[in-house]
C-alpha cells in the first residue's frame, strides 16, 4: 500500500508516496521543521481515511493537538473518531526515579505501540522523535541498538514508520538509524543572502532512485509547502519583459506571452514598486494596460505613486492606453467597498475585461492586467473566486496576454493559495526579515526558479532592483 | 504496612528470569514486602498505565524505578536505599 504525504512534491520526491511496511527517518538540526512535516504527513493521511498513530517523546499529547490547531488542523475530531491516536511514550514519566543498567530491551513500547496501532488498525506511524527518547537512556548505545527490533515489529503491522531525528548542523557523516531505515527525508538549513532557508532532499531511498537535489522547503502559517529551490532556465522563444532587469535575467530572459504571473506577499509588503516599475515598462512598450481596481489598487493612488516616483504616465492615460476597471466603486471607503461587492458581478469583470483585451487587440496593441486578488478572494465564496481566477487565466493565455496577480497570502487559506500556484505560469513570492526584503521565483514556465534574493528600492524607475 | 515491588517482564527479554529469581528471594526475606509479575506480553494495559519503555522495568514501591538486568548486590542496595531507608 502506498500512503499520499499530502505534499505532492514530497511524494514525488519519494517514488509515489510512503510504503506499507518501510521505515523512513525524518532528519533535520532542531527548529527544521521536523515535527511540523511529521503533522502534516499525519494530516494529509487522516484526510484520506488512513488512522494514524502519533507517538510524541518531547511533548504532551495535547500539545501535538494544538500544534495542529495552529496550522488550521482539526486533529481532536479526528481522535474523537477514533482514526488518530497522539500519545506521549517517555522512559521517564514525570514524577519518577530512574536507575539504569545496560541489560534491556524495549519490548515495553513496543507492545504499547503495537496494542495502540491495532486498536485504531494505523496503517502510519510516527516516532516524534527518537533524540528525545534516547536523550533519556544512560545506556543510550543499547537503546539504539534495540531500537532496531522496534523498527522491525512495527514495520512488520503492514505499517509506514516515520521516526524524527535532529541531526547535527555539521553532521555529514551517516548515522545508525540511516542504515535501518529504507528512506531518509533530511531537511536542512542555510543561510542565504542573510535569510535562513530550509531545503528537503530524499539523500536515502530503497528500491528506487534518491533525490539528488535539494528542494525549497517552506513553512508559515498556512503549513509546508515544497518547491525546485534553484533551477537554470530554459531559453525563450517568445518572450516579454517584465521591465525589473535582474529578475528577466534569473527568468531566462522574460517572461512568456500568455503568462499569469502570481506575486505572493505578507500584508505589510509593498508590492507597488513592483507593480509600477512593470507597468511603466509595457506602457513604454506602448501596451494597453488593464487595472482591476480595488482599495488597495486604484487609480488616484496609482496616478499619485507614478507622480512621486517622477515618471509621468499622463500621455498613456490620454491615449487611453491605462483602462481602470473599477469593481467596487472607488468613491466609498474600504469599509463599504466590501459592502458593495455586488455592484459588478465577476462574470461582468470577465466580460468587460474580455471587451477590452478585443479593443486593444483592434488597435493592435499586447495587454497587461494589473490585479490584487486578496480582496475578492475575501469577498467571494472559494468556489466563485477560484472559477474567476481560472476564467481570467484562460482569457489571458488564449489571447497572448499577460497577467499580473498579486494576493497577500497570509489573507487567504492553504487551499486556495495552492489551487491559485496551480494555475499561474510563474510565482514570484516576496518575503521580509526585519528591514530587509527578498524576492523569490518558487515556479516559472521556463523551469527557472530562484532561491530568495535581496531588494532594493528606489525612488524613481526602476522602483525596484534585485542584488546578486 | 504492605508494600508492593513490580516487575515489568517480557518473553524476549533474556535477564528477566534471573532477575525475577532475585526479586523472589529478597521478597520472600522481608515481610511488609510483595512483589507483582507483570508479563507484558499478556497484560498489556498495565504496561500502559504504568508507562513501561524497557524491559526489566522494576517499579518500588516510592515510584523507583530500576530500568535493566541487575544482580543481586545492585537491586538490594536499590531497595536498601529507596525503600528501607528512614524505616528500620
Ligand atoms: N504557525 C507557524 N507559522 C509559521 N512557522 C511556524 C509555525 N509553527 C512553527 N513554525 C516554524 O517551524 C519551525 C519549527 O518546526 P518544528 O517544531 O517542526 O521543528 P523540529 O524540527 O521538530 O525541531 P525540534 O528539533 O526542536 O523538535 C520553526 O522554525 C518555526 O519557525
Ligand atoms: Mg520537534
Known amino acids: 500500500m502506498i500512503i499520499s504525504t499530502g505534499i505532492n512534491e514530497l511524494d514525488k520526491m519519494i517514488d509515489g508516496g510512503l510504503r506499507t511496511s518501510y521505515c523512513y527517518a525524518i532528519k533535520g538540526t532542531a527548529g527544521a521543521g521536523k515535527t511540523v512535516l511529521s503533522l502534516f ?5 487522516l484526510q484520506k481515511d488512513i488512522p494514524v498513530l502519533f507517538i510524541s517523546t518531547e511533548v504532551e499529547s495535547d500539545k501535538i493537538v494544538e500544534y495542529g490547531k495552529s496550522f488550521g488542523m ?53 516516532f516524534d522523535s527518537i533524540t528525545a527518547f534516547f536523550a533519556e537512556f544512560q545506556y543510550e548505545k543499547t537503546a539504539r541498538s534495540n531500537f532496531m527490533d522496534f523498527i522491525r515489529e512495527i514495520t512488520n503491522e ?27 527525508i533530511k531537511i536542512r538549513t542555510e543561510l542565504k543572502n542573510n535569510q535562513l532557508i530550509k531545503k528537503i532532499s530524499v539523500p536515502k ?43 528577466d535575467e534569473l527568468l531566462g530572459g522574460g517572461i ?11 500584508g505589510e509588503t509593498n ?3 513592483l507593480f509600477l516599475t512593470s507597468m511603466y515598462h509595457h506602457l513604454s512598450e506602448n501596451k494597453g494596460v488593464i487595472i482591476h481596481s480595488n482599495v488597495h489598487m486604484y487609480s488616484s493612488k496609482i496616478v499619485e505613486e507614478f507622480k512621486r ?30 459592502e458593495m461587492s455586488q455592484l459588478m458581478t465577476t462574470d461582468d469583470m470577465i466580460s468587460v475585461t474580455v471587451e477590452l483585451m478585443e479593443a486593444f487587440a483592434q488597435a493592435k496593441q499586447k495587454v497587461v492586467l494589473f490585479g490584487d486578488l486578496t480582496d475578492d478572494a475575501n469577498i467571494l465564496s472559494e468556489s466563485d473566486f477560484l472559477r474567476y481566477f481560472a ?11 499577460i497577467a499580473y496577480s498579486f494576493i497577500n497570502f497570509n489573507a487567504i487559506s492553504r487551499e486556495i493559495l495552492a489551487r491559485l500556484r496551480t494555475t499561474a505560469d510563474i510565482i514570484i513570492r516576496f518575503s521580509r526579515v526585519e528591514y530587509n526584503h527578498y524576492i523569490e521565483c518558487l515556479k516559472s514556465s521556463t523551469g527557472a526558479t530562484f532561491l530568495p534574493k535581496i531588494v532594493k528600492f528606489n525612488d524613481t524607475v526602476p522602483l525596484i532592483e534585485i542584488i546578486g | 504496612m504492605e508494600l508492593k515491588v513490580m516487575f515489568f517482564t517480557s518473553p524476549t527479554c533474556g535477564w528477566c528470569p534471573f532477575v525475577e529469581g532475585i526479586l523472589k528471594k529478597i521478597i520472600d526475606e522481608v515481610s511488609h514486602l510483595t512483589l507483582e509479575i507483570i508479563d507484558i506480553s499478556k497484560e498489556v494495559d498495565k504496561a500502559e498505565e504504568y508507562e513501561i519503555v524497557a524491559i526489566p522495568t522494576i517499579i518500588l514501591p516510592n515510584n523507583q524505578r530500576i530500568i535493566g538486568g541487575a544482580d543481586e548486590a545492585f537491586i538490594r542496595e536499590q531497595l536498601n536505599f529507596f525503600v528501607f531507608m528512614g524505616q528500620s
Open chain 1, 271 to 273: 508590492y507597488f514598486p
Open chain 1, 158 to 184: 503492514d505499517t509506514v514508520l516515520i521516526f524524527t531525528a535532529e541531526s547535527q548542523v555539521a553532521e555529514e557523516y551517516a548515522t545508525l538509524e540511516e542504515f535501518l531505515v529504507d528512506g531518509v
Open chain 1, 391 to 401: 476564467l481570467q487565466s484562460f482569457n489571458i493565455k488564449e489571447r497572448r496576454a
Open chain 1, 205 to 247: 531511498l530503497r528500491s528506487a532512485q534518491p533525490t539528488h537535489f535539494e528542494n525549497r522547503f517552506i513553512i508559515d502559517k498556512k503549513g509546508v509547502t515544497i518547491f525546485r529551490s534553484e533551477h537554470p532556465p530554459i531559453s525563450l522563444i517568445e518572450e516579454e519583459k517584465t521591465g525589473i532587469g535582474r529578475l
Open chain 1, 256 to 266: 512568456p506571452t500568455g503568462s499569469v504571473i502570481l506575486i505572493e506577499v505578507d
Open chain 1, 309 to 338: 516616483s517622477k515618471s509621468d504616465i499622463t500621455s498613456h492615460l490620454n491615449e487611453g492606453n491605462v483602462v481602470f476597471i473599477d469593481k467596487y466603486n472607488r468613491s466609498v471607503t474600504a469599509v463599504e467597498a466590501r
Open chain 1, 74 to 126: 482539526d486533529l481532536q475530531s479526528f481522535i474523537k473518531s477514533g482514526q488518530l491516536s497522539v500519545e506521549k511514550m517517555t522512559l521517564k514519566p514525570q514524577g519518577v526515579n530512574l536507575v539504569q543498567t545496560e541489560r534491556f530491551d524495549l519490548s515495553g513500547i513496543i507492545a504499547r505501540t503495537k496494542a495502540k496501532l491495532q486498536k485504531i488498525n494505523a496503517k502510519l506511524v510516527i
Open chain 1, 41 to 45: 504527513i499525519t494530516h494529509g493521511a
